[in-house]
């Protein structure tokens, strides 16, 4: 299972577009990269997944770049609510076991 | 979307107690569900792979014994502490993924906090 490496704590003004970079430099060809949100005394909270290039939704947008060794989730104009813990992990399809790591702790302030 | 409902959300009980949680599949099947314990200010740790109709396959470190589970049907895991003592307090969290859903993320529960006294 591909390592994941993300800053721990992050703050950020209302507003503001907010980007966490993931590093994964040992990401396998059928590694794809998914996203989670959790709020506190909740369960994860499936945010975007991706695989290579660009994915955007109505709440994020996942940049990865050619060599997929690392990944940008992107939240646009942040609030409040968006104060949570982001987890960025790799996986393969099929290997349903999923790694998490440290998380970024994201602060969002008014 | 996919839901995973878990029971209860918070359990306080005594030490020596033995405490059982759900984790069910509301709107689809899943032949396995996993098991994560979270302590405050970490990250989630999985602690068991829940497969239906057979045996649980746990992770290294965690007690099989203590952490008993049950996956009876294709929408329903149970993770039961054994006597619970305060050292197990934690938030257990359930994950799951439809059959045929392979490349779809798997779903979370919300969790269930447990208090051991």
Known sequence: LAKTT???SMDSYEGQEVNITCSHNNIATNDYITWYQQFPSQGPRFIIQGYKTKVTNEVASLFIPADRKSSTLSLPRVSLSDTAVYYCLVGSFGNEKL???TGTRLTIIP | GAVVSQHPSRVICKSGTSVKIECRSLDFQATTMFWYRQFPKKSLMLMATSNE???ATYEQG???????????SLTLSTLTVTSAHPEDSSFYICSARGI???DQPQHFGDGTRLSIL
Request: glycine share 14%; proline share 4%; net charge negative.
């Open chain 1, 6 to 8: 993300q800053p721990i």
């Open chain 1, 99 to 101: 790694t998490f790591g």
């Open chain 2, 53 to 55: 109709g057979s045996k």
């Open chain 2, 62 to 72: 965690v007690e099989k014994d203590k952490f008993l589970i049950n996956h009876a």
């Open chain 2, 100 to 102: 045929g859903d392979e």
